[in-house]
């Protein structure tokens, strides 16, 4: 059975960041990168966490499909709108760069957006959502991705997991956070199953025959040579309405790529047609709303709280024991884990003993007492 020991979070922090610097990228960048990971991991969201540390950063800095510098271009620049050239550097760190000018411009006119393109893999949505509570407002993001998801009725991987997220101010100790992907399971998920030995659940996967499959790492080759895809939320055909949510795939898609003008779905596979690795080019869209140019903050966040607050407490299914609001799963994880460390399992573990070695890092973890 697999152990998953907890390392504190000053350790892993401190191993990322100079991980990350080993591999080119700058100090100030490997830190905002560092973050951004062990936040999924705070919230409990570990498919986006330390899991994909090696395999979507550190892997794709060395076969070229991620640049360590992130050299941004602003493109277009207006008193409520940007438009970034990320140039295909860490995706993390124009995000939290856009974010930066998108909360300062919505402190001054109530309002701002922003897209990036050229980019790479952003890390957890809610991330940049959240710097906007932070600061009081609404935040509201969504990226598309390598192609994973097909259209309702359709068998072939066309879109991204594409998430959706939105971040609201209350007046809890958390904010509503809803941050999901719009397929009924994203990459990371898989990915996080096959490193730890378990099947998919039925029925989120669809194959080229119209079937299914369970087999975590069997999907993850099978999606990437075309032969199976994932369903977005609502799962296969109309009935249990897939269509929804394959429109809500499709609104990120357009969104992530259309209002910088850049590429979309089988133009993000990663791969040039001679099967060669190539950028990804991902693309990003930001809001924030003020809310204090509409009926101020505090009404807003009482209004918001009473709304999560009213649907906590309303009747409750025979068996179930809670209702919770989106935001709240991940607040009560961190209460858990905020002194106990980040769990990292074994597959995990192998991967931070090969980066440290390969960098010749001064670090030792507890799991290699446990051996």
Not at 24 to 50: F, M, Q, Y
Not at 94 to 101: D, F, I, K, P, R
Request: hydrophobic share 35%; aromatic share 10%.
């Amino acid at each position: 059975m697999e152990t998953r020991p907890y390392v504190s979070w000053d350790l892993m922090n401190s191993f990322l960041i100079d991980a990350f610097k080993g591999y080119g990228v700058p100090e100030a960048d490997a830190k905002i990168c560092a973050d951004v990971l062990l936040e999924s991991d705070r919230r409990g969201i570990e498919s986006h966490g330390c899991n994909r540390f090696k395999p979507i950063y550190i892997d794709r800095i060395v076969n070229g499909t991620l640049l360590p510098e992130t050299k941004m271009d602003i493109v277009k620049d207006t008193p409520t709108t940007v438009v970034m050239d990320a140039n295909n550097g860490m995706g993390m760190v124009a995000s939290y760069h856009m974010m930066e000018m998108l909360i300062e411009k919505a402190a001054k006119y109530g309002m701002a957006g922003g897209a990036v393109y050229n980019s790479t893999h952003y890390g957890i949505a809610g991330y940049w959502t959240t710097m906007a509570e932070k600061a009081g407002m609404i935040g509201i993001t969504g990226t598309n991705a390598r192609p994973s998801v097909a259209p309702t009725w359709g068998v072939e991987p066309m879109m991204g997991t594409n998430p959706l997220t939105f971040t609201m101010p209350t007046d809890e100790e958390f904010p509503f956070n809803f941050d999901c992907a719009t397929s009924t399971i994203q990459n990371g998920k898989i990915e996080f199953y096959a490193r730890s030995g378990k099947p998919t659940p039925e029925g989120l996967v669809v194959t080229k025959d119209g079937g299914t499959m369970s087999d975590s790492a069997q999907i993850l080759k099978e999606m990437r040579a075309g032969n199976c895809a994932l369903l977005s939320l609502g799962g296969l055909g109309e009935a249990t309405g897939g269509y929804k949510g394959y429109g809500f795939t499709t609104i990120v898609e357009i969104l992530s790529a259309a209002l910088a003008g850049g590429p979309f779905m089988k133009d993000l596979s990663g791969k040039a047609a001679d099967g060669s690795n190539q950028m990804y080019r991902l693309g990003h869209f930001f809001f924030v709303i003020n809310p204090e140019f509409f009926m101020g903050l505090d009404t807003f966040k009482k209004t918001a709280g009473g709304i999560c607050r009213g649907l906590r407490d309303s009747e409750k299914a025979p068996g179930a024991e809670r209702i919770y609001t989106a935001g709240e799963k991940e607040w009560l994880a961190w209460q858990e884990r905020k002194d106990k460390g980040v769990p990292v399992g074994e597959t995990i573990q192998k991967e931070i003993i090969e980066i440290r070695d390969k960098l010749n890092l001064p670090y030792h973890f507890p799991f290699e007492d446990q051996k």
